[in-house]
């Protein structure tokens, strides 16, 4: 048809080349909510890769680079006209030459154990949050894999292994309170929720080229050459 443009294949080869991994979107129920005004959402992902690649980033450090890849992802994909400011007290989200946040997290909370690392932002207040859900919700970022003798992918060195983002108990600003609740809450699931989610999912499938961004911090990078195993860490920042 005029008008219209196929793929160029050197571009597919490309993108080919650079994934590392495979992943997954997985089809889960995107949010809920309760009396309170509070939603949820959850997104997951499958990635799979050779268990060699895995077990080579497999610690506390490279749980941290992949909390720094998805603040970087964030800036990325809003062009620039967002950015993650990097404070004494946690993370904040802010429009490139506004004077105001949209959203204010504390200090990160990682907990590794076994097959299962996560990373914690509590949410502080923000002007995407309404005044009675400051510091109860958060943004939490999940990695599992399988156990280390399970056999997935029967005859290949691949292994699958999930990531989960998850928003909890937060109170949206948009949705209102009282009447205007009713009205506010469609408004928040056509709007804000929907940007979410595109947003994250965006992230989850940009994981395939396993492209981890250097650790701001380091909270945890002394920790990288600890075993994982039986390991919690409740390190901030």
Known sequence: MRGVRGRDPRNEIGRRRQARA?????????????????????????VTLPREELDGIWNPEYLERLAGTYWRF????????????????????????????????????????GDCGTVTWRIK????????????????????????DGQEHPGSDLITGTVTSEVANFYPLIAGWGWFSRVGRGLYRITQLRIHVIVTHAFLRSLARLDLAPSVVGA????ATEPVEKEKTPASR
């Open 22 to 46: 495979r992943v997954k979107v997985l089809d889960v129920p995107e949010s809920g909510s309760s009396p309170d005004g509070s939603v949820s959402t959850k997104q997951v992902a499958e």
């Open 74 to 113: 964030l800036m990325r994909v809003s062009l620039g006209l967002l950015r993650v400011r990097y404070t004494e007290d946690g993370r904040e989200i802010v429009p490139i030459g506004a004077p105001f946040v949209l959203l204010a997290f504390h200090r990160p909370d990682y907990e590794i154990e």
């Open 125 to 148: 207040k923000g002007l995407l949050v309404a005044p009675a859900g400051r510091t109860k919700g958060y943004l939490r970022l999940s990695v599992k894999r399988p156990p280390a």
């Open 220 to 223: 945890l990078r002394a920790a």
